[in-house]
């Protein structure tokens, strides 16, 4: 499998952290956003929306970093990652819709501010990000992982922009229990960083 | 089931709009958002993010209009509208991460400024929901539906506040492809309107 990938980019990194932490292997195909390679009709025919990653299985292509996880978890086959029941599943894609809107308003809008320069605004990401990691911090007091009580692709999705956030200038020291949940994703077998993770 | 319920969310019309194209019955719970209800101890045990809608069917509760889609799609059991192999799973989740984030900045965000007075940033919302709409007018231009060439929880989760981009000022004339697929969700049987939506 290939997987269309920058590497700084916290929603490809989602990826290939999950195909490590369940021993996948992946052809990393990197994307030159800086030269705009992601806007390019060649990269847009694969992915109308012109976002990094991309996943290719044979003939089949897959965008958007949610749908990846979801994807090579029902390929990977073993439920704990990804289960078959309507509980299970929509308890994780509640979280998969907080990675795809709130974390990426959130520290992810705040990354792309301080790191790269994007004209967002700076008040509101932080605002959101503050409303989040509340909602989180409170979760992860009662709960050791995002859904399940256990480790699934929900704590993949959440886990790389939450990790960056000082990168967009959020200091976790006020959330211990968010803080506490990180470590525990580092602590899983298989887990690989990627620049600003250690 | 319950679904604690705002009749003017598009969120929670997804919802009502899906268990009416498949049958299902739904006991409605109204939530005064006015009244601040939403934001309660009683409603944030049942949604941390203090939002709408959360369904709930016996011991099981669940939070965020896309979950609630893959629960209830699960429990109705065709495989139609949300299918158990992995690149269909994908295909959908994809567009579910759409409607969580670019639906929701764009034409949700120019809603909430327009009909609820929220004070979002207006230029922001509307470059978000062109860009969304150039992307869709193209998917449209090829594809009946969403996703695998019929209709699924997809289409339900996209539809509602792209119907109502006119309440957020957005004009759909330019968008021949995107209103065509609107009138064909529209025509699906069983399908029920909401106000704003004829």
Redesign the interface.
């Known amino acids: 499998m290939k997987l269309y990938d920058v590497e700084l980019s916290g929603n490809c990194y989602k990826v290939r952290l999950f195909a490590a932490l369940t021993g996948m292997a992946l052809e990393r195909v990197p994307v030159n956003m800086q030269a705009g390679e992601h806007k390019q009709p060649s990269f847009m025919d694969m992915n109308?929306?012109g976002q990094v990653p991309v996943l290719e299985d044979e003939a089949?292509r897959?965008?958007?970093s949610?749908?990846?996880l979801?994807?090579l978890a029902?390929?990977h086959g073993d439920p704990a990652w990804w289960p078959?029941?309507?509980?299970g599943?929509?308890?994780?894609?509640?979280w998969?819709?907080?990675a795809?809107?709130?974390v990426?308003?959130g520290p992810g809008a705040a990354r792309l501010i301080e790191k790269f320069g994007k004209p967002l605004?700076k008040p509101?990401a932080l605002g959101q990000a503050g409303a989040l990691l509340e909602?989180l911090e409170?979760?992860f007091a009662q709960h050791d992982w995002a859904a399940l009580g256990r480790p699934t692709i929900a704590d993949c999705a959440l886990f790389p922009y939450v990790a960056l956030a000082h990168e967009g200038g959020i200091d976790l020291g006020p959330y211990a229990k968010v803080r506490a949940w990180l470590d525990r994703v580092r602590d899983l077998p298989g887990f690989i960083a990627m620049p600003g993770i250690a």
Chains 1, 2 share one sequence.
Request: glycine share 0%; proline share 0%.
């Open positions: 109308a929306f089949c897959i965008r958007d949610q749908a990846i979801v994807y029902n390929r078959q029941d309507a509980a599943q929509a308890e994780i894609v509640a998969l819709a907080v795809a809107h709130e990426r308003a605004d509101a909602t409170r979760h």
